[in-house]
């Protein structure tokens, strides 16, 4: 298994920036594709980004051009950088790794977008 600790959280105005960070810790990293997840209050939890093990990258629609996946393997640690944040953004963000059969979630950082 490995271990995905999710930080970086909080709350910003419409307009603002975060940046996410999860960090992996338990097995060979570089090997694992990388997801972001959200979840609003009331809705199904959805993917926003994911990077694979050889750095191709997809974004949800509703994101594409504000939001940048990356990871650096060294430090075991992907990041969601979110630009021009509404509130719709609104939501508690998840790390999700992918190997084979293993399958392992951060415990999430919420995020909300309010003036």
């Known amino acids: 298994q490995v271990q995905l600790v999710e930080s970086g959280g909080g709350l910003v105005q419409p307009g603002g920036s975060l940046r996410l960070s999860c960090v992996a810790s338990g097995r060979d990293f570089r090997v694992f594709h990388m997801y972001w997840y959200r979840q609003a209050p009331g809705k199904e939890r959805e993917l926003v980004a994911s990077m694979t093990s050889s750095g191709a990258t997809d974004y949800a629609d509703s994101v594409k051009g504000r939001f940048t996946i990356s990871r650096d393997n060294a430090d075991n640690t992907v990041y969601l950088q979110m630009n021009s944040l509404k509130p719709e953004d609104t939501a508690v963000y998840y790390c999700?790794?992918?190997?084979?059969?293993?399958?392992?979630w951060g415990q999430g950082t919420q995020v909300t977008v309010s003036s």
């Open positions: 999700h790794g992918r190997f084979m059969s293993i399958n392992s």
